[in-house]
């Protein structure tokens, strides 16, 4: 007996069907579940024309999906688009109720089909879910190797030039730096807090070279001004008077790199090394500020409230 039914109801439709058979014979095979060999119960018909009990076949394929229990071969589709078989459900009705004494009444048949139909409704329902929740994991599994490994891509990119050039040999690496013209890496060493001001020095004085060519000068300066400013700030006399000099080769002759210079706040640290900088220092900061002035005035003006020159002119008298 098919539809889900209880051990005490599989005993009552076996004396039953031993009854009926007394009775009438076996069942017509048009009323039999090919899979349960049994009177169906809650017969439906799928794509191929077959007819089954829908809990069978519902079973059936979640072992086997998308296949036909009664030729093994895939459906058309890959759906076997089950739906009520209303003719044979009546004939299933005909035939027990001629069956006479020992034999259910219609409407407990009724009622056992519909908590059949509940049950393989609850059974669609939980394995409908279990997919869904099944693929949803899967998709923020993915997910998450996918941001993982994006992670860590970017932690490779960001650490690879500090692998490269933020070593304590970073200095004896300059001068290969400079000859391949790696701005990069330099910069990176110049702005980096574990770097010596002897190797920040190394650093500025190889970007002064570099920027001598002004197709250089525009490609690094960008990256360089403002660590550049922050020597000019709070490095040693030798690295305040070395960035200064930078800073002078940076700017020469170019508006965008005196502008920046300027938004940095680079024009109160040159004036203050013009006032008690080292004589490298105050040269290299008087040319800088030469530099930083520009046709309009109002670099010049901006020079001059800063107070640079009383200084400038103590510079020149003292030759």
């Known amino acids: 007996m098919g539809c889900g039914a209880s051990s005490a109801e599989r005993d009552w439709a076996s004396r039953s069907s031993t009854r009926m058979a007394g009775v009438m014979g ?27 009990d829908r809990g069978a076949i519902e079973r059936s394929l979640e072992l086997r999906p998308g296949k036909s229990p009664k030729t093994n071969a895939p459906y058309p589709d890959g759906s076997p688009r089950l739906t009520p078989n209303y003719t044979v459900r009546e004939m299933v009705d005909t ?12 409407r407990i048949r009724v009622e056992k089909r519909e908590r059949a139909q509940r049950e393989a409704l609850r059974r669609r329902t939980q394995l409908q ?3 869904e929740l099944a693929a949803e994991a899967e998709r923020e599994r993915r997910m998450a190797e996918v941001q993982q490994a994006e992670r860590i891509r970017m932690a490779r990119v960001a650490e690879a030039p500090r692998r490269a050039f933020n070593f304590p040999e970073a200095g004896a690496r300059l001068d290969q730096l400079e000859h391949d013209r790696n701005f990069g890496g330099l910069v990176l060493v110049l702005v980096d807090a574990s770097s010596d001001d002897a190797t920040k020095m190394k650093v500025a004085l190889a970007l002064k070279r570099l920027a001598r060519d002004n197709g250089n000068r525009a490609a690094i300066a960008e990256a360089t001004i403002p660590p550049l400013v922050g020597l000019l700030r709070d490095g040693s006399d030798q690295g305040k008077a070395d960035a200064a000099g930078v800073l002078g080769a940076f700017i020469e002759k170019n508006l965008a790199n005196k502008a920046a210079v300027l938004r940095e706040g680079g024009l109160p640290p040159l004036v203050e090394m013009l006032r008690g900088g080292t004589d490298k220092g105050q040269r290299n900061a008087a040319w800088a500020l030469n530099e930083l002035m ?10 001059v409230a800063a107070g640079a020159l009383p200084p400038l002119g103590d510079l020149l008298r003292s030759g």
């Open 26 to 52: 076996e069942p017509p095979r048009a009323l039999v579940c090919p899979i349960t060999l049994d009177l169906l119960c809650d017969p439906v018909v799928d794509a191929n024309g077959h007819t089954f």
């Open 95 to 106: 035939f027990l109720e001629a069956a006479g004494e020992g034999v259910e009444p219609k």
């Open 129 to 131: 879910v279990a997919r």
């Open 294 to 303: 520009d046709d309009s005035g109002a670099n010049s003006a901006a020079i």
